[in-house]
């Protein structure tokens, strides 16, 4: 551990912690929009620069280590210029069209924008110009909203092991894209959209159903698997908008393609929502008491005539595990039986 000042108050840190890691330990705010917390830092948007003493020049707090007696100013009358003076440069290529934006009132640079009141640009000039538009069915990429911070390419890369985007091109014209520029094709767990501190990705699935407002959030357990990945559903008038998952869950927030983008089953209407028992060779609705009673008579005959082991139970593994282990235990302490298995051995 390290002794060093921020703001003129003592803070202890570790050796391996960045001066933006201590900040945030003790809750002194540094903006930043290209860092996140489970990335390796980046150092490319230059919000988080600071001042360190006994150094000419400013330097990025997410990338600077601390030191023994180190001393840092996080902010004052030059360093808040010069941070409004990046936020502008960025701004000048950025399209102003945030009161149809997917990402309004879920974005990083809007949120800067209005703290560091920002109304008009002193930048005016050439504005990068992308054609939109890609076949897959799950992410919209708008490329103009793209603020190069590099979140999208890191996730995919440090997190999913993936690679399907990354830099490409040089200067003026660098831009994220695929490799040569074919249409994104890769796992679509939209890990890159979870990290976009702009509206540049998005999903197209909840494209124009909704932001914040009338929007109800529902934490719950995503059912496709027994991992049990945390998610928060984002409900607007009984329907599903949009899946998300919070960063402070076991999973990190991070989640796979069915947990992010397949809900549309929720609402779907063929799915079936009350049980059904074929009477006659025809399948007719029935109430759950009436299936209830049905199974357990079933079961009761089945095992009265030909013994428990004529009984087998499939499980499933969209359930959680505590629900597998209450039906196994249902089939061993109250059938009778260890003929137990499960439907991903079909």
């Not at 934006?101 to 640079?109: P, Q, T, V």
């Not at 538009?133 to 911070?149: A, S, Y």
């Not at 409900?235 to 402070?248: M, Y």
């Not at 393609?257 to 007719?284: A, C, H, S, W």
Request: proline share 3%.
């Amino acid at each position: 551990m390290v002794r060093l000042t921020i703001d003129g108050k003592s803070v202890e840190a570790a050796e391996e912690m960045t001066i933006l890691d201590a900040a945030r330990k003790y809750n002194i705010s540094i903006p930043t929009l290209c860092h996140h917390p489970k990335l390796s830092p980046f150092g490319g948007c230059r919000l988080c620069i600071v001042e360190v003493k006994g150094i000419l020049r400013p330097v990025t707090s997410c990338t600077t280590p601390v030191s023994e007696r180190m001393e840092v100013i996080t902010s004052n009358a030059n360093i808040q210029a010069l941070r409004k003076t990046v936020l502008e440069l960025i701004l000048s290529d950025h399209p102003n069209d945030c009161m149809v934006c997917e990402g309004a009132g879920d974005c990083r640079l809007q949120e800067l924008a209005y703290s560091y009141g920002i109304r008009e640009n002193r930048f005016e000039g050439e504005r990068r110009t992308y054609k939109t538009g890609d076949r897959n069915p799950f992410i919209r990429r708008d490329l103009e909203k793209c603020i190069m911070c590099g979140r999208c390419v890191k996730v995919c890369d440090e997190v999913q092991g993936v690679e399907a985007i990354d830099f490409g091109y040089r200067g003026f014209k660098s831009k994220i894209c695929t490799a040569f520029e074919r249409n994104l094709d890769c796992e679509f767990c939209g890990q890159c959209v979870s990290v976009c501190p702009t509206g540049a990705l998005t999903g197209k699935l909840w494209t124009q159903k909704g932001r914040h407002i009338d929007v109800k959030e529902v934490d719950t357990v995503c059912s496709y698997c027994g991992t049990g990945c945390n998610i928060t559903l984002r409900v607007r008038g009984n329907e599903i908008i949009r899946v998300t998952s919070k960063e402070e869950t076991w999973n990190e927030g991070w989640l796979c393609v069915k947990g992010r983008f397949g809900y549309k089953f929720v609402n779907n209407p063929e799915r079936l929502k009350t049980p059904l028992i074929k009477k006659n060779g025809q399948f007719e609705e029935v109430s759950w008491d009436e299936a209830y009673d049905y199974i357990g008579t079933r079961l009761n005959e089945i095992k009265s005539e030909h013994g428990p082991d004529s009984i087998g139970g499939l499980s499933s593994a969209r359930c959680t595990n505590e629900e597998n282990y209450l039906f196994q235990k249902f089939m061993r302490a109250a059938v009778g039986t260890n003929n137990v298995d499960h439907c991903a051995r079909l």
